[in-house]
């Protein structure tokens, strides 16, 4: 075992605070990565707080890890040590099941491992997340990073991006299509870039007349203020597909109502029952579909990477130094960053810096 600095919640009302940890011994097929980045999720924090009843201290969160390769288990081939790599939201999956063996590990039969919080398939440790010096991963589980991006802003690609990209291809959005882009946070200004750039025309839907030039500057063709019921009805009919990136609960229904016929909804926010009520009117006069999405698998992980690469996309990010992880969550929970923090890891080898 190697022992690594980290930030960890040792409890629900705890905050982050340092820890000592131990990275395992490199398996055959095993990686070791020295963080450099890491992004904050939102999820971060409903796992430190112990939102959902789930969370095992303690807690080191982090599932948008970009480092560098250090040492390689034996079996491995293909990386090399220096090479920039990024860890997402799972560490492992069974491998076995017919979603693992399309490269859907997301939706393993079994449940994947998670980056922190998972419990590991050989030793039945708990995984330990990116607030973190290091860390070890599986080969499958681990992403290249090009070149051409910047590592920092690449980071929150493996989760936030993903997490857009993925429906939007899965989905069949085209070059044409009409999208419309709910929520403008992390995964919403995600979800407009990867549509302007597939060549779709983009509406985003903001409940805020402040944020219309913020969502134009990220690609927005159109923006619809969703609270103006005048803007709202006159789209009636009008969209291909919603990207419904708002995590709390909200009524779909009149979001519903703008798509054409065979028109679909993707939630990639929410994980909650639906309130209010669905009015299943709303998806059957119109062949309406009403989809989710979680991440994606690792094959597509990398091609968001590759997408990204090729289309000069990156996440806007603030970038933070660990000390002040506590803060950077308050501000995450105002919905007060643009528009993702990232964690330089710099500021937790060297805290004197
Ligand atoms: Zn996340
Ligand atoms: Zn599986």
């Known amino acids: 075992m190697t022992p690594a600095k980290a930030y960890g919640a040792r ?36 796992f430190a707080q112990n939102d959902w009843g789930m969370t095992q ?10 480092g560098r390769v250090t040492a390689l ?17 799972m560490v492992d999956a069974c491998r076995e099941c017919d979603p693992c063996q399309q490269g859907l590990e997301q939706y393993c039969l079994e449940g994947p491992t998670l980056t922190y919080n998972g419990q590991d398939r050989h030793d039945g440790s708990v ?3 990116g607030y973190s010096e290091s860390v070890v991963v599986s080969d499958r589980f681990v992403v290249r990073i090009p070149e051409e991006l910047d590592p920092a802003a690449a980071a929150p690609l493996l989760c936030a991006g993903i997490t857009t990209y993925s429906p939007l291809r899965h ?26 750039a597939i060549g779709a025309e983009v509406t985003v839907f903001t409940r805020s007349e ?35 990136t708002v995590p709390v609960q909200h009524d779909l229904n009149p979001y519903l109502s703008l798509l054409r016929y065979d028109g679909t909804h993707i939630l990639v926010g929410l994980v909650e029952p639906i309130e209010p009520t669905l009015h299943a009117g709303n998806l059957v006069f119109g062949r309406r579909v009403l989809a989710g999405s979680l991440i994606g698998g690792m094959p597509e992980t990398q091609e968001v990477l590759d997408f990204c690469a090729d289309n000069d996309i990156t996440c806007d990010v603030e970038m933070l130094d660990i000390h002040d992880i506590n803060a950077a969550y308050e501000r995450v929970k105002q919905g007060d960053v643009k528009y993702r ?4 890891m710099a500021t937790l080898r060297n805290p004197s810096e």
């Not at 989905?171 to 979800?191: E, F, N, P, R, T």
């Not at 923090?341 to 330089?344: K, L, P, S, Y």
């Open 11 to 46: 409890s629900e009302q705890s905050g982050l605070a340092p820890i000592d940890i131990e990275r395992r011994d490199l398996r055959p097929d095993d990686i070791a990565i020295r963080i450099d980045y890491c992004g904050v999720c939102h999820t971060d924090i409903h």
């Open 57 to 66: 201290y303690p807690l080191v969160p982090g599932h948008e890890i970009v």
């Open 73 to 89: 288990g034996d079996e491995v081939r293909g990386f090399s040590v220096g090479d920039v790599v990024g860890v997402g939201c």
């Open 127 to 129: 995984t330990f997340g």
């Open 171 to 196: 989905y069949g959005v085209q070059a044409g299509h009409k999208v419309g882009v709910i929520g403008m946070g992390d995964l919403g200004h995600m979800g407009i870039k990867f549509a302007h």
């Open 210 to 244: 402040s944020k219309v030039a913020e969502a134009q500057a990220q690609g927005a063709h159109h923006v619809i203020v969703s609270s103006d019921e005048a803007q709202m009805q006159a789209a009636a009919g009008y969209f291909d597909f919603m990207l419904d």
């Open 341 to 344: 923090f990232v964690i330089d």
